[in-house]
């Protein structure tokens, strides 16, 4: 269904561009691996202190806050460095399963970062039994390390 | 003149690296692993360097974002040091003379050397961190430098692959 889709991103201009030039991908490549290394460190540090473990003389809520911005800037340099290694070989993501993986499990660890481990960080600390923050802290780590680990094993199992 | 290429051919001959680099699962799980450890490490580092350069978690102290993330980087780093060295141990004449893994050991090192004189100079003053503005001039210049060098440290590994200058 997405195959058009996939033809035409490898037949961008950009796409060829990067095909052409030796050293174009590789860069690109080492500045992506830069970018998830800073975007990890902001997911890590607030779950972290979810889990009761890192800066714990602060609010969860002002760890998480703090770590946003953070967050903001490196998934946009993440996404900015990641797009065009996709389009470059989007007919061979297009058969990849790990590929495809890495998609869904981002696609989970962008809502649950979005929406229940935002709501449980930022709620009253008193108001949450114990174990909860504890809980999202550790699939939010489980989710973000596989999306990590899924996209290193393309290049192997791809 | 002594040259280690003996010995790296002769590591490279030993059963056991030759059973990791041919099989399929041995070389990539264990590189794999690398990159994941050396992710959270150098991100949680990055983490206390914007702190140190006042950059991001300024409402948390110096001095207990340094003690409270410690632990977990070198949590992280141990294994990473420890995949890093089976993978070099693994393959050691496709990198001894790889420009790209020279830099990455080179930069390692200064990120290191950074973080000791850091942890010398400044450690000891602890719970007064924050109050001496000397130590804040200095805690910026190490934040500034280590995320320098674990930038340049992530870039080159990452270009490891590609030798283009043989």
Known sequence: MLLPFFAWCESLAMSQAYRDSTYLFPVTQALHLLAVTVFVGAIVIGDLRLLGWGPVGQSRASVVRSAQRVLLWAGLAVLVTGIPQFTTNALTYHRSWLFILKMWVLAAALLFTATVRHRVAVADEGRLASWVPRVVGAVSLVLWMGVTISGRLINYYG | ?166
Do not use: C
């Open chain 2, 1 to 166: 003149m002594l040259s280690i290429v003996p010995t790296f051919a002769w590591l490279e001959g030993l059963a056991w690296t030759t059973a990791l680099r041919e099989s399929p699962y041995g070389y990539p799980l264990i590189e794999t692993s690398h990159v994941a450890f050396i992710v959270i490490f150098a991100g949680l580092v990055m983490m206390m360097d914007l702190r140190l350069v006042g950059l991001a978690f300024r409402h948390v102290p110096l001095a207990q974002i340094q003690q409270r993330l410690f632990r977990w980087q070198m949590g992280a780093f141990v294994p990473s040091m420890g995949t890093g060295i089976l993978l070099f141990l693994v393959d050691p004449l496709r990198y001894y003379q790889n420009v790209f893994f020279i830099a990455k050991l080179l930069f390692l090192v200064l990120a290191g050397l950074n973080a000791l004189v850091f942890h010398l100079k400044t450690y000891r003053k602890g719970e007064t961190w924050d109050e001496d503005p000397h130590v804040i001039v200095t805690a910026w210049r190490a934040g500034a430098a280590s995320l320098l060098l674990w930038s340049v440290t992530i870039v080159a590994s990452r270009l490891i692959p590609n030798n283009w200058f043989k």
